[in-house]
C-alpha cells in the first residue's frame, strides 16, 4: 500500500459543486500539505498543516479550505469549484523539521 | 517571499549524454535545495537534496552543485538513460525562519534511445 494515499484520482464535475479531495497516510508524519499543479507552473502550497490543530494557508488559499480530521488524514474542499480550479492536485507529508515531502500520487480535478 | 528560477523548461538529450538543469533563487537566507523527479502519473519524489553548508553532492549518476554567492545551484545527470525521461522541480527553502518549499516550474527531460 502507498505511504500516501490520495482519493480520488480523478474527478470530473461542473461549476459551483462542492468537492472534496482526500489524504491519508501511514508514515507517522506530523505535517501534511495541499499543492496544486498546473502545466508550466509547477507545484504551489495550497494550505499546510504542522500537527492536528494547525492550519495555515498558503500562496494560493483563495478558494480552498482544509481540514485536519486526524494526524493522518488531511482533506482538501472546493466550496464552489470554477473551471480555473481544473488542476491536478497533491498532498504531501513531511517529518518536523526535516524538509524532505512524500507525495502521493495526485488527484486529477476537472471542473466543466 | 522567495522565487525560484528554473532553466531550461525542457530538455532532450541523446542516451548516454550528459544533462544539466539550473536554478536561482532569490532569498539570501535559503539554506536547503531538493531536487524532486515526477514520472509520468506519478508524484514526485526527491532524488537528491543539498544544504548551504556544502557546495556540491553526488549520489551515483546524479549530482548537484551550490553557488551561494550568484544564488544558484543545478542538477547534473551523467550517462543519462530512458528512465531518466521525466519532469524535474528544483526548490529552495528556510529563508526567513521559513520551513515552506518553494518550486521552480520544472524542465522536462527527455531521452532519446
Known amino acids: 500500500d502507498a505511504d500516501v494515499t490520495q482519493t480520488p484520482r480523478n474527478r470530473i464535475t461542473k461549476t459551483g459543486k462542492r468537492i472534496m479531495l482526500e489524504c491519508s497516510q501511514t508514515?507517522?508524519?506530523?505535517?501534511m500539505y495541499w499543492y496544486r499543479q498546473d502545466p508550466g507552473l509547477g507545484l504551489r502550497l495550497i494550505y499546510y498543516?504542522?500537527?492536528?490543530?494547525?492550519?495555515n494557508k498558503g500562496e494560493i488559499s483563495d478558494g480552498y479550505s482544509v481540514s485536519r480530521q486526524a494526524q493522518a488524514k488531511f482533506s482538501l474542499s472546493l466550496e464552489s469549484a470554477i473551471p480555473n480550479q481544473t488542476a491536478l492536485y497533491f498532498c504531501a507529508t513531511s517529518v518536523g523539521g526535516a524538509n524532505v515531502l512524500t507525495f502521493g500520487a495526485g488527484s486529477r480535478l476537472t471542473v466543466l | 517571499g522567495e522565487n525560484v528560477e528554473q532553466h531550461p523548461s525542457t530538455l532532450s538529450v541523446q542516451e548516454g549524454d550528459s544533462a544539466v538543469i539550473k536554478c536561482t533563487y532569490s532569498?539570501?537566507?535559503?539554506?536547503?535545495f531538493p531536487w524532486y523527479k515526477q514520472e509520468l502519473g506519478k508524484g514526485p519524489q526527491l532524488i537528491i537534496d543539498?544544504?548551504?553548508?556544502?557546495g556540491e553532492k553526488k549520489d551515483q549518476r546524479i549530482a548537484v552543485t551550490l553557488n551561494k554567492t550568484a544564488k544558484h545551484f543545478s542538477l547534473h545527470i551523467t550517462e543519462t538513460q530512458p528512465e531518466d525521461s521525466a519532469v524535474y522541480f528544483c526548490?529552495?527553502?528556510?529563508?526567513?525562519?521559513?520551513?515552506?518549499?518553494?518550486f521552480g516550474k520544472g524542465t522536462k527531460l527527455s531521452v532519446i534511445p
Open positions: 532569498d539570501s537566507a535559503s539554506n536547503y
Open positions: 498543516s504542522f500537527d492536528v490543530k494547525d492550519i
Open positions: 526548490a529552495a527553502s528556510g529563508g526567513a525562519g521559513s520551513y515552506q518549499l518553494t
Open positions: 543539498i544544504r548551504s553548508n556544502v
Open positions: 508514515k507517522g508524519h506530523d505535517r
